[in-house]
């Protein structure tokens, strides 16, 4: 008969992650506060750079994202929606670079297209019929026209501009 071992899931929190990491706010970085093994010794940094460009990091046998950690081991809650990297830059998990924010939120602040957008601009579609570019925008969760145009630059310009003025993460 075969055993099987039924892992319990232990729900990390403050107190906890202070024990096995050391996290520096200014500097983003991650450290160990304990030697787990031969080749972890306490101070070492930890992390390991994903090809999303989310740093990851196992703690207690599991992998959290370093900006999520960074934020229950400053607020002592683990963020309930999303956490927000201000600058767009993924590894970057200086405190002052962080900020909870919904999805929403969180999706004004992409800086480049989507890899299924053939523009190469951000809010920007080509409309073959009319051979035109069409500038669109989501504001308060309903589509908005910008225009047609007759190039994707042009285009480009009008949705950032609107981009600036209601998207309030809008850091472009």
Known sequence: MKSTKVRERIELTQKGLKEVLNY???TGIFTWGISNSNRVKVGDFTGTLRNDGYIAIGVIGRSYLAHRLAWLYMTGEMPTYFIDHINGNRADNR???LRE???QQNMQNLIKPQERNTTGFL????????????????????NRHLGSFATPEEA????????????????I
């Open 123 to 142: 809010g920007v579609s080509f409309d073959k019929p009319n051979r035109k570019y069409v500038a669109k925008i989501r504001i308060n969760g309903k």
């Open 156 to 171: 480009s310009v009008a949705y950032l501009s609107e981009k600036r003025k209601h998207h309030e993460f809008c850091t």
């Open 95 to 97: 405190f002052c670079n």
């Open 101 to 103: 924010a919904t999805n």
């Open 24 to 26: 520096d706010p200014i």
